[in-house]
Structure formats: structure tokens, C-alpha cells
């Protein structure tokens, strides 16, 4: 579910299984960051099924960035990088990697 709609199910016949939320979904809302997952388990020789709802908030990537690489040009193993970003736009801060 997201933003109260169903946007997909899928059926598997396994134990256990993964997915990636952006294979199933790919219209996010940047302003709506959580997805609804009820996943559903049925044995057809029992009359009630069990399930489980898991409320997930994505963490949107940064962006509006800019990349900075200084030296503009050099020859590896020889020159020493020095890569950083900036004009970063994110609500999840201090970046960090």
C-alpha cells in the first residue's frame, strides 16, 4: 500500500522470499516516504490465515548535488584526489559515508 492504494501484490510458494520495493513500484511521492507491507500466510488446511503488517519508511537519497574532484586531472596511483559534494539537499542530516 502507499498513500492508502494498493499499488501491487504478488503470490510466491515459498518459505521465505525477497523483493525490492522499487522492482514492484517506481511512483513514490518525495513528500510520502512510507510504504505499507502486509504479507499473508495460507495453509489450506487450516480455515484462517496469518498476516502481518509491516509499516517501512524509505530513506530518500540526497540530491541536488554537486560533485567536486580537485585536481581537475592527474595520474592515478601519482595524484591525490580530493572528491567532495556540495549545495546537498536532504532531511536526513549530517550525511555521513
Do not use: C, H
Not at 12 to 17: C, P, R, T, V
Request: glycine share 2%; no cysteine.
Amino acid at each position: 500500500m502507499y498513500d492508502l492504494e494498493i499499488v501491487g501484490t504478488s503470490v510466491f510458494f515459498f518459505k521465505e522470499f525477497r523483493f525490492k520495493l522499487w522492482d514492484l513500484y517506481d511512483a513514490y511521492n518525495f513528500n510520502n516516504n512510507e510504504v505499507s507491507i502486509r504479507a499473508i500466510a495460507y495453509d489450506p488446511q487450516f480455515y484462517m490465515p496469518s498476516q502481518a503488517s509491516f509499516n517501512i519508511k524509505i530513506n530518500i537519497p540526497p540530491f541536488n548535488s554537486k560533485l567536486n574532484i580537485s585536481p581537475e586531472s592527474g595520474e592515478s596511483l601519482f595524484t591525490e584526489f580530493e572528491i567532495s559534494t556540495s549545495e546537498t539537499v536532504d532531511d536526513d542530516i549530517p550525511l555521513v559515508y
